[in-house]
């Protein structure tokens, strides 16, 4: 198994197929931005499953396809078929912001993916506009409601509260997933990149606070998923809450996870610039297994042991379609 050097057991990979990202979200991508990695350099579908193939040899079970926006990936279905037949493999899942999955739910359905985390920041066509650049909610939500067609269930949707920007949308966004038995995941702002940096986020601590009686909230010890989402569910069953609040309330100290650019860069923490470059190593032709194993743990061994938003939200200079999710 994958344990580094303080002791924590890595079992979960986000795996970036692209940085490409067909939004501009204000706390993301700047609008504009066209710095993306080049075809050339991505990982091919051989290459990513690949190193999937020795992850889950080395006990990780847990993986995710991120971006940017994974869906813009040609061919993704195979992808996800050819990962789904690693043995080892206990949980894939894909996090889109479901402007192309109307037309790709049920393939990636057939092909085995297990969960669909979907982001999404309100449901005010005028504020999804504002956050996002484009007029894009309509596709959204059909994109949204074709994954819950096609079978999926337990669909977390992901939001991020920001002040006076969304946080009015937090109470619909509630009574939309309990309408529909979708779980609601809000996630603080981090700081990377100058978007992220200039963006005034809600501190999620506190509005739990606010919300606890109102739904009549207990804490849940279900595990849904390998992410660092903490629970809540109301006591009729029918509203579950997420929060992931890396700023105020980390979870450096049970961090399970690295993250893989499109480019084959690991990297171990959002808020720090350890990384470790996989791209020349598998692209060599006498490139074994035992090498890609012992980049691997090399790469783990650079974990650091917290990240430094709080004390340096400055810090992290690359966006978040970069790090890969």
Excluded at 18 to 26: F, M, P, Q, Y
Excluded at 295 to 316: C, G, N, R, S, V
């Amino acid at each position: 198994m994958l344990v580094d050097q303080f002791g924590r057991t890595i079992d979960y990979v986000r795996v970036s197929v692209t940085d490409k990202c067909d939004l501009r979200c204000t706390y993301c991508i700047p609008e504009g931005f066209r710095d993306f990695e080049v075809p050339q350099n991505w990982l091919t579908f051989d290459e990513l499953t690949r190193i999937i193939r020795n992850f889950t040899e080395l006990g990780v079970k847990r993986f995710r396809l991120t971006g940017g926006e994974p869906l813009l990936r040609k061919d993704l279905p195979k992808l996800v078929e050819s990962i789904k037949k690693i043995p080892g493999v206990e949980d894939l899942s894909m996090t889109t912001n479901a402007t192309q999955l109307s037309k790709h739910a049920v393939a990636l359905r057939n092909a085995g993916l297990d969960r669909l985390n979907i982001s999404l920041d309100g449901l005010s066509t005028s504020v999804i506009k504002e956050i996002t650049g484009l007029n894009c909610f309509n596709k959204v939500y059909d994109g949204i409601m074709a994954a819950k067609d096609a079978g999926f269930d337990q669909i977390k949707i992901n939001m991020v509260p920001m002040l006076n920007i969304n946080d009015n949308q937090i109470e619909p966004m509630i009574q939309f997933c309990i309408d529909n038995g979708f779980i609601l995941r809000m996630i603080e702002v981090m700081p990377m990149g100058h978007t992220g940096q200039s963006t005034t986020g809600k501190n999620l601590t506190d509005f739990l606070r606010q919300i606890y009686q109102k739904y009549d909230l207990v804490e849940s010890a279900e595990v849904r998923g390998g992410g660092p989402a903490r629970y809540w569910k109301s006591k009729d069953g029918k509203f579950t809450l997420g929060l992931i609040t890396p700023i105020s309330q980390h979870f450096c100290e049970s961090c399970n996870r690295v993250r893989l650019s499109v480019d084959g860069t690991l990297y171990m923490c959002l808020g720090q610039n350890d990384d470790y470059a996989l791209r020349e190593l598998i692209r060599s032709p006498d490139c074994t297994d035992d090498a890609i194993k012992s980049a691997i743990h090399q790469a783990i061994d650079l974990k650091p042991q917290k990240h430094e938003f709080i004390e340096d939200d400055t810090k992290i200079i690359r966006f978040m379609s970069m790090t890969g999710g």
